[in-house]
């Protein structure tokens, strides 16, 4: 083999992840509602319904600014269905707090955006959304 061929097959694989990873799906997520804006958003992205509110695929912590906004992109995931929660640690104690009977705590959110039963939690099928190119979405916690 020349030099030149060794030199192009070396360059070859060693971009190759690079390459793979370029093609795949960005997903941007921006929160607003961060009241106070103190303390830090646990942002969690979840894969499946049997690790949802388990076992995230992803976490990533943002601080929220004065305005209680943040935002976070998440590169290269695979295509696929997801569910993101975000949960507010307004008082950077790591978990969330909940008030008198589980009301009036710190405040969480999941994509979609959808509305909050009474009693129980939201379930993956009301957050999942499908990622199958680069996507930006927005939550907001109230």
């Known amino acids: 083999m020349t030099k030149l061929k060794t030199r192009l097959l070396a360059i070859t694989f060693f971009l190759s992840p690079a390459a793979a990873m370029a093609e795949l799906p960005t997903l941007t997520i921006h929160v607003s509602g961060a009241e106070p ?11 499946s319904e049997e690790n949802f509110l388990k076992n995230p695929y992803i976490q ?13 992109r ?11 929660v975000v949960v507010h640690d307004a008082n950077g104690n790591s978990k969330l707090d909940t008030g008198f009977l589980g009301f009036g705590g710190e ?24 990622l199958s190119e680069s996507v930006e979405i927005e939550i907001e916690l109230d």
């Open 37 to 47: 804006p103190t303390g830090t958003l646990e942002i969690s992205v979840f894969d």
């Open 60 to 72: 990533r912590p943002c601080r929220p600014t004065e305005e209680g906004l943040c935002s976070v």
């Open 74 to 84: 998440i590169s290269a995931l695979p295509d696929g269905e997801y569910a993101v």
């Open 107 to 130: 405040r969480f959110a999941f994509s979609n955006n959808p509305r909050k039963p009474f009693f129980g939690r939201n379930s993956f099928e009301d957050a999942r959304f499908t």
